[in-house]
């Protein structure tokens, strides 16, 4: 066993969660793996995403990976208890909104999650609602955005927010629930200009960090290797420039 850790989402949008291990845990060998041939999880039922979300973590099992970030708040949502039950010897560490972030700095302001349908049906993050409960929340299930982030098609990105997101753009603050989003963390910072953007990146990366200290493993020389299920070539490439932008 090593210091590696795999690393999954339904397709790029797990990048934000990735620069932020790079920064906390330099020393890991770290598997990407980008389920593009899927994407988007959010438009699928629980079941279908379930079965996606084994296949996937039955690849980086098999690349001796001893810790496995879910970079994704629906796969987390809809499959993690059922993995830590399947999985015992594999540490899962889950990606959900900051609902509890927004809960403890600014409960009683206007706040807008931002998600998939299927995440803001999930049981799971109906129970942080409850758990942490922010008296003007308001969610948007974002079909088709994650879709136009994978594309880099950031014309189409800003017509998404003037049709969708216009009736919330007072709001006080943003809660990115889907690891797409703080990818476009600046675009969506010019047009909710006043409102503070919360987005739990960097809570995940610590949570890894502290994880993999308990295994007292050894560290790695750090290298990021990179697959994708659709075996296109132009995914490494969007990859790359979101690792780098």
């Given at each position: 066993m090593k210091y590696q850790i795999g690393i999954f989402d339904s397709g790029i949008g797990g990048v934000s969660v990735l620069k932020e291990l790079i920064k906390v845990i330099p020393d890991s060998n770290i598997f990407y793996l980008s389920d593009s041939k899927n994407c988007p999880y959010g438009d699928k039922s629980k079941e279908v995403v379930t079965e996606i979300v084994f296949q996937n973590?039955?690849?980086?099992r098999s690349l001796g990976c001893p810790l496995i970030v879910i970079a994704c708040n629906t796969a987390t949502?809809?499959?993690?208890?059922?993995?830590?039950?399947?999985?015992?010897?594999?540490i899962f560490i889950g990606t959900e909104p900051a609902i509890k972030m927004v809960y403890d700095s600014c409960s009683d302001k206007e706040s807008l999650l931002l998600a998939t349908k299927?995440?803001?049906?999930?049981?799971?993050?109906?129970?942080l609602m409850q758990k942490y409960p922010i008296s003007h929340l308001k969610t948007y299930a974002c079909s088709g955005l994650a879709d136009l982030i994978e594309e880099k098609n950031q014309q189409g990105?800003?017509?998404?927010?003037?049709?969708?997101?216009t009736p919330y753009q007072q709001v006080d603050s943003v809660i990115l629930g889907c690891t797409h989003y703080p990818l476009i963390k600046k675009e969506l910072q010019n047009f909710f200009s006043h409102a503070t953007i919360f987005?739990?990146?960097?809570g995940i990366a610590k949570e890894t960090?502290?994880?993999?200290?308990?295994l007292n493993l050894p560290k790695q020389e750090g290298t990021i290797t990179f697959f994708d299920t659709s075996k296109e070539k132009k995914?490494?490439?969007?990859?790359?420039?979101?690792?780098?932008s």
């Open positions: 973590v039955e690849f980086l949502a809809t499959a993690i208890n059922q993995l830590r039950k399947t999985y015992p010897d594999t299927l995440t803001l049906d999930c049981e799971r993050v109906q129970g990105i800003q017509e998404y927010f003037q049709q969708h997101f987005d739990g990146s960097l960090k502290r994880k993999l200290e308990l995914k490494e490439e969007i990859f790359k420039f979101y690792l780098q």
